[in-house]
């Protein structure tokens, strides 16, 4: 927790999330990946007229972070330790049927990826874990370790996208043979040969990023996250996601093309600017709909 705090974070894209909303009159908005709340702050400071806000994240430290970051604005803040998948299942709890806005910022946060305990980058010799949420049993280790050839061989290439997959494959579990792998820097040993060396883009970017995607189930909890969303949102009511990676950036841009209830603000998607602090934003994408029917129209 107290390294997690002494790392900066800069918010994505801020000034687009903010002019998405702008001259809207919210009531109730709903952050699906809070984080540490460096977007809910600006539009908490942004609309002072949101009477109640929703902040949800699968990752306890980071709500704890957020729970400091948000003290102003308490009196409206609802913290939700759950995933957004579960968004229906949240507002109905509270009572909640629509909300004005609803955000997502995909992907892994600076400040996990900063953390080298938590098996996210490669930069850190660390544990194979990748768990967004720590409740969850599996880790980037057992689907390493215990995982045949032919389902590593499938995650590369789907979800990583990585040319070199069934080679990779292969080698790993020509490697788990003799010795577990059990560490970040024991991974990027046995993949070397394969992947070749270190370059501006490490080699060993997309079998990482394959892990954490299956790790978390992060692509089917987008599907079905976004849908409900969508039949979430008041009319006139906004989405706003930002992902970080062409299968992300795919799925939220056919989920808005799909649903009739919406008219697509974003033609395109919104990229970075050059003024952008945050070095990790380079691949990020901002799309944003509006709700502009009900169910039944």
């Given amino acids: 927790m107290e390294q997690l705090q002494k790392i900066r974070h800069f918010p994505v894209l801020l000034k687009e999330f903010l002019e998405a909303f702008k001259e809207m009159e919210?009531?109730?908005?709903?952050?699906?990946?809070?984080?540490?709340?460096g977007h809910a702050k600006a539009i908490?400071?942004?609309?002072?007229?949101?009477?109640?806000?929703?902040?949800?994240?699968?990752?306890k430290e980071a709500l704890e972070i957020a729970n400091e970051n948000l003290k102003p604005y308490m009196n409206k803040v609802r913290m939700i330790h759950s995933n957004f998948r579960y968004i229906n299942k949240i507002l109905d709890e509270m009572n909640i049927k629509y909300c004005d806005g609803i955000f997502f910022d995909l992907g892994v946060s600076s400040m996990q990826f900063d953390v080298g305990d938590r098996g996210f980058s490669f930069r850190f010799d660390a544990p194979l874990d990748m768990r967004m949420n720590k409740s969850e049993e599996l880790t980037a280790r057992i689907i390493i370790n215990e995982w045949p050839e032919s389902e590593l061989e499938k995650i590369f290439r789907l979800y990583?996208?990585?040319?070199?997959?069934?080679?990779?494959?292969?080698?790993?579990?020509?490697?788990?043979?003799?010795?577990?792998?059990?560490?970040?820097?024991?991974l990027l040993e046995v993949l070397e040969?394969?992947?070749?060396?270190?370059?501006?883009?490490?080699?060993?970017?997309?079998?990482?990023?394959?892990?954490?995607?299956c790790v978390n189930d992060e692509l089917n909890i987008l599907k079905?996250?976004?849908?409900?969303?969508?039949?979430?949102?008041?009319i006139d009511g906004r989405i706003v996601v930002i992902s970080f990676h062409s299968l992300e950036d795919r799925i939220?841009?056919?989920?808005?093309k799909e649903d009739d209830r919406l008219?697509?603000?974003?033609?395109?998607?919104?990229?970075?600017?050059?003024?952008?602090?945050?070095?990790?934003?380079?691949?990020a994408k901002m799309r944003i709909a509006k709700r502009i029917r009900g169910k039944d129209e």
Avoid: M
């Avoid at 939220?252 to 808005?256: D, E, G, L, R």
């Avoid at 008219?263 to 691949?283: D, G, L, V, W």
């Fill in 252 to 256: 939220v841009k056919n989920t808005f």
């Fill in 193 to 213: 040969p394969v992947l070749g060396k270190r370059r501006k883009i490490h080699p060993a970017t997309k079998i990482f990023q394959a892990l954490r995607i």
């Fill in 44 to 59: 908490l400071e942004e609309h002072p007229e949101i009477d109640i806000f929703i902040g949800c994240d699968q990752d």
């Fill in 26 to 37: 919210i009531e109730t908005f709903f952050d699906g990946t809070l984080g540490a709340a």
């Fill in 224 to 234: 079905e996250g976004l849908n409900d969303a969508i039949g979430r949102l008041s």
């Fill in 160 to 186: 990583g996208e990585e040319s070199k997959s069934k080679k990779a494959a292969k080698q790993i579990v020509d490697n788990r043979k003799r010795k577990k792998i059990n560490t970040t820097f024991e």
């Fill in 263 to 283: 008219e697509i603000i974003t033609k395109k998607p919104i990229a970075p600017p050059y003024y952008e602090k945050n070095r990790r934003a380079r691949s």
